[in-house]
Nanobody, 124 residues
Framework: QVQLVESGGGLVQAGGSLRLSCAAS????????MAWFRQAPGKEREFVAA????????YYADSVKSRFTVSKDNTKNTVYLQMNSLKPEDTAVYYCAARYGSRWYTASQAYAYWGQGTQVTVSS
């Protein structure tokens, strides 16, 4: 059974930083593309960032490019999202997602496995 467990969310002031982690189990982690999505109240879930199975290719939504960094540690079965220069509009529940294969997609339907989410709140 695949499990993705996010951690690291919290309350931070604008301009601050947070690092989210997503620990995976029951998944062939080294053969998986991992992604982060977020969903703000009243809005649809949106793509944030993705990293391919080997960790050498990353992709970001324009809204977070140059502020967020996604990485993965295949020895720890963990993917990270380092978030810097946070803005109030980054406030959302952040979800970790996984799919087998080397391609990343921005559509949530492409990912078969999801975590329960972690709340990130950025105050102004």
């Amino acid at each position: 059974q695949v499990q993705l467990v996010e951690s690291g969310g919290g309350l931070v002031q604008a301009g601050g930083s947070l690092r989210l982690s997503c620990a995976a189990s029951g998944l062939t982690f080294s053969g998986s593309t991992m992604a982060w999505f977020r969903q703000a109240p009243g809005k649809e879930r949106e793509f944030v960032a993705a990293i391919n199975w080997s960790g050498d290719t990353t992709y970001y939504a324009d809204s977070v490019k140059s502020r967020f960094t996604v990485s993965k540690d295949n020895t720890k079965n963990t993917v990270y999202l380092q978030m810097n220069s946070l803005k109030p509009e980054d406030t959302a529940v952040y979800y970790c997602a996984a799919r087998y294969g080397s391609r990343w997609y921005t559509a949530s339907q492409a990912y078969a496995y999801w975590g329960q989410g972690t709340q990130v709140t950025v105050s102004s």
